[in-house]
């Protein structure tokens, strides 16, 4: 399909009946359809993100970091869309950090970023070398890799006036990292959707918050994004990352709908069911003579009697009291 076709236009009938053989011409509403549901999907999920964290206020100026994967075009595709809509004005800049790893294709985002329109700035800064000097061979080096570009956009937002940063991790990072840091980390810690950053000097957001990954694989498919490959430097994606991924696409395959869940769950926590005594004070509880909307029933219903493997759904058993 064209980057210009719009789906309407692939839509209608007439045209669709004289342009192409009645197949193509099915296949074609089809993939209009879905193209349109995805984009409406994409829209609303991140049109929802910024508002449920207040993302982007009248007069902001938004770097929006552009790596040249598929995450980042898709954030700042919609962005586009979503800022000329918006009754709140907002300015995008897109910024791309080349850092000189070896057969990075420098053409490919200006090119891309002049022809779309936005205003872009490309940093120039060999953090390529610095990582390679640093780390033994056949060690991953994106700790400090990722380390040094973070201080650098904080620096080039400074100096471009941005008063957010706004970074193209989606639902399913943000999934991946709260089960990384439970299992290898022993913390409830998540990827916030919007924070400051460790300098204190800006406020960083994750408009794609609430966006699945594969729908960003179709989006980039549908609207041809030129992809610059993220294997340039040689470097190796955390393994354990990877294993995580693997295992929660796997959960969704059989139980659809989990990882939309636990993302869900990390917006929903009852402090007084966890186990962090900074976060609800235990130590001083004292029964209070009314119902508690937080107390035990939010686990009772839940709870089996401890016949662990009789069955892989959770009992739910609702109680009704004498004459209730
Ligand atoms: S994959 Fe390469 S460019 Fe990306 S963070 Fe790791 S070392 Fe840096």
New binding site residues.
């Given amino acids: 399909m064209s980057l210009d076709a719009r789906p309407e236009d692939l839509l209608d009938p007439a045209t669709a009946a004289t342009a192409v053989p009645m197949t193509d011409a099915a296949t074609a509403r089809r993939a209009a359809h879905e193209a349109n549901k995805l984009s409406k999907r994409l829209h609303r999920q991140v049109g929802q993100a910024i508002i449920d964290f207040n993302m982007i206020e009248a007069g902001d100026k938004v770097m929006v970091c552009l790596s040249g994967g598929k995450d980042s075009y898709a954030m700042l595709d919609v962005l586009m869309s979503l800022q000329k809509r918006s009754p709140v004005p907002f300015e995008l800049i897109a910024v791309n950090l080349d ?1 000189k ?1 070896p057969g990075f294709p420098a053409d490919v985002l200006p090119r891309y970023l002049t022809e779309v329109g936005v205003p872009f700035h490309i940093e120039n800064q060999d953090t390529y070398s610095i ?1 390679k000097s640093h780390i033994p061979e056949g060690r ?3 700790s400090l ?2 380390r040094l ?1 973070r201080g650098i956009l904080y620096r080039v937002a400074g100096e471009l006036g941005c008063t957010k940063i706004a970074l193209g991790h989606h639902r399913d990072d943000i999934v991946v990292t709260m089960l990384m840091n439970m299992f290898f980390g022993s913390r409830l810690k998540g990827m916030p959707a919007k924070l400051v950053s460790d300098d204190g000097k800006n406020v960083v957001i994750r408009p794609l918050a609430y966006v699945a990954e594969p729908d960003l694989e179709r989006w980039a498919a549908h609207r041809r994004f030129p992809i610059i490959p ?1 294997t340039l ?1 040689g ?1 190796q ?1 955390n393994l354990q990352r990877v294993v995580i991924k693997k295992m929660i696409n796997e959960w969704e395959r059989d139980y659809p709908g989990r990882i939309e869940n636990m993302l869900t769950a990390m917006g929903n926590i009852t402090p007084s069911h966890m186990m962090d005594r900074n976060l609800f004070p235990f130590a001083t509880i004292r029964p209070s003579g009314r119902p508690e909307a937080d107390g035990d029933i939010a686990f009772d219903e839940d709870d089996s009697c401890g016949s662990a493997g009789a069955s892989s759904q959770p009992a739910v058993v609702r109680f009704t009291p004498p004459g209730g």
């Fill in positions: 850092q790893q990582v991953t080096m994106c890799c990722s570009r993220c430097c470097s994606q």
